[in-house]
């Protein structure tokens, strides 16, 4: 089952979790501020047994490589103007759900005011090397899809439900005050029979902003949903302003359905680090992708030092349990 782990919610709720040391383990690099929303797939998922990672820089989405995914290698530019991907290896092929953008420079107009167009594609690979041509999956046929700020539908994630595939996504957008930028407003999903086209997306959001909630009262940031032995998890980052600045801390939410949601925790929460990248998880805490590897649950994640847009600088690291799991 596609975003199956082996674990209960009980391993999640109470397990012991711990920053690597050697954080952040993939950095921003070249001309980018931000390496950011890391998607992973385990040596045993995948067709060479070893580690890999997708993730988005500036100028699209790029692949690592890593022999025990701690240690990663850039391998090259899989994607142009596309970011936030969602890849699994399913049946011999590499499914690639990402968010495509518009042009570097019409990303930029948006910042100063101009509309900001996205949806979600999909490319596919059976050796990571040779990608197909990009197809659109979901286009923009809801209302909550678009606003005033333009159009976005992003952070795609691949379940199974009842058979069906179920693609969780991003929708709309709100603009962060001290950030200067954009970050998803609400969370739905689409459903379909088939990996590659024919999903049909939810009337209404699942997940929306609350301004009573203290971890949710600006925006909803993203979802991923994962099955486990006892219970559907969802690992959410909102995004909230605390004071007079905002921020985005992973929560921990619980389902029976994968639709209603019940809040549990805060599981991962902006820090203050030491060494050559201080700092680097200080007001944000992001996307994430779990997974479980020889008794040890991962989380994968990526966080920023400030909101200023100058300044904010993005980069991967991994949280990890210090307790097996069945």
């Avoid at 518009?102 to 930029?108: H, P």
């Avoid at 090397?129 to 046929?141: A, C, G, M, R």
């Avoid at 950030?179 to 459903?191: K, L, M, R, V």
Wanted: charged share 25%; hydrophobic share 35%; aromatic share 12%.
């Amino acid at each position: 089952m596609i975003n199956y782990i082996d674990a209960n919610f009980e391993d999640l709720a109470c397990g012991e979790f711990t920053l690597y040391k050697g954080n952040p383990v993939i950095k921003a690099f070249g001309v980018s501020p931000i390496v950011a929303d890391p998607s992973v797939i385990k040596p045993k998922d995948s067709h060479d047994g070893k580690w890999h990672l997708f993730c988005h820089a500036l100028l699209g989405i790029y692949s690592y490589v890593s022999d025990d995914g701690i240690s990663w290698k850039r391998e090259q530019r899989v994607v142009p103007c596309a970011m936030r991907p969602d890849c699994n290896y399913i049946d011999g092929v590499y499914y690639l759900y990402y968010e495509r953008t518009e042009s570097l420079l019409k990303k930029a107009l948006s910042l100063m005011g101009g509309k900001w167009r996205s949806k979600i594609y999909l490319v596919t690979s059976r050796d990571l090397k040779t990608w197909s041509e990009p197809k659109l999956i979901i286009d923009d046929t809801r209302p909550y899809m678009s606003g005033k700020m333009g159009t976005s539908i992003s952070n795609p994630f691949l379940t199974e439900f009842d058979g069906k595939y179920r693609l969780y996504f991003s929708a709309g957008l709100t603009f962060i005050t001290d950030c200067g930028f954009s970050e998803p407003t609400h969370i739905a999903y689409a459903e379909s029979d088939s990996l590659e086209g024919g999903f049909e997306a939810t009337g209404n959001p699942i997940i929306s902003p609350d301004k009573d909630s203290k971890y949710l009262n600006l925006c909803s940031g993203c979802i991923k949903v994962y099955k486990l032995n006892d219970c559907y998890v969802g690992l959410q980052n909102g995004i909230y302003r605390d004071g007079t600045k905002s921020h985005s801390t992973i929560m921990l939410l619980k389902s029976t359905d994968g639709v209603n949601f019940e809040f549990v925790k805060v599981f991962l929460t902006p820090t203050e680090t030491q060494g050559k990248h201080k700092n680097w998880m200080k007001q944000y805490v992001y996307a994430c992708n779990l997974v479980k590897h020889d008794g040890e649950l991962r989380l994968y994640f990526n966080a920023r030092n400030v909101s200023d847009n100058l300044r904010g600088r993005e980069h991967i690291g991994v949280l990890r349990s210090n307790v097996a799991t069945r």
